[in-house]
T-cell receptor, first 113, second 109 residues
Framework: DAGVIQSPRHEVTEMGQEVTLRCKPI?????LFWYRQTMMRGLELLIY????????DSGMPEDRFSAKMPNASFSTLKIQPSEPRDSAVYFC???????????FGQGTRLTVV | GQQVMQIPQYQHVQEGEDFTTYCNSS?????IQWYKQRPGGHPVFLIQ?????EVKKQKRLTFQFGEAKKNSSLHITATQTTDVGTYFC?????????FGKGTSLLVTP
């Protein structure tokens, strides 16, 4: 398996634009997590899904952020409109049920100017 | 909600010196996981501790889980330059992980 795949790896966008981050979890994993990493706040859990259903989105900063998982092999995190304070590295991770570890993708480095 | 605190935030050692990072939770944890993130990389799972007082070793790395299951530590013996990176502990809350802010380790040859 290629692991968790995220795209794009880097994204530079202007304030006010819509940004869509994509994630393909490891096949067979039924949990998918979106994290945001910044120097100030560390790794923050934004939302997670179980069997494509959002379970906990309490970490989503505000209504500008939305996440979907239309099927078991694909998820998106959308920011609309984007703001400079959204600049961060966004990680997607997946795991298999109660299995021990979360597998992280390479991340998307987002810069909003 | 559950909070996981890590200290120190940074540690700079000479190669060959030992290193320890500590993790404390505001609540009792069902288990704790440790991850390593190399500069520019992504978190990679190291180990999970489940039992009260559990100690696990991976070569030069020793992981401990406190008796009350509210704290944990990672100790590296005789650091090497390959140990450079940020070490995170993460407490399990349901099926999601709450990460500490990590300890960044710099090893000077």
């Amino acid at each position: 398996d290629a692991g968790v795949i995220q795209s794009p790896r880097h994204e530079v966008t202007e304030m006010g634009q819509e940004v869509t981050l994509r994630c393909k979890p490891i096949s067979g994993h039924d949990y998918l997590f979106w994290y945001r990493q910044t120097m100030m706040r560390g790794l923050e859990l934004l939302i997670y899904f179980n069997n494509n259903v959002p379970i906990d989105d309490s970490g989503m900063p505000e209504d500008r952020f939305s996440a979907k998982m239309p099927n078991a092999s694909f998820s998106t995190l959308k920011i609309q409109p984007s703001e400079p304070r959204d600049s961060a590295v966004y990680f997607c991770a997946s795991s298999h049920g109660k299995a021990t570890e979360a597998f992280f993708g390479q991340g998307t480095r987002l810069t909003v100017v | 909600g559950q909070q996981v605190m890590q200290i120190p935030q940074y540690q700079h050692v000479q190669e060959g010196e030992d290193f320890t990072t500590y993790c404390n939770s505001s609540t009792t944890l069902s288990n704790i996981q440790w991850y390593k993130q190399r500069p520019g990389g992504h978190p990679v799972f190291l180990i999970q501790l489940v039992k009260s007082g559990e100690v696990k070793k991976q070569k030069r790395l020793t992981f401990q889980f406190g008796e009350a299951k509210k704290n944990s530590s990672l100790h590296i013996t005789a650091t090497q330059t390959t140990d450079v990176g940020t070490y995170f502990c993460a407490g399990k809350a349901g099926y999601a992980l709450n990460f500490g802010k990590g300890t960044s380790l710099l090893v000077t040859p």
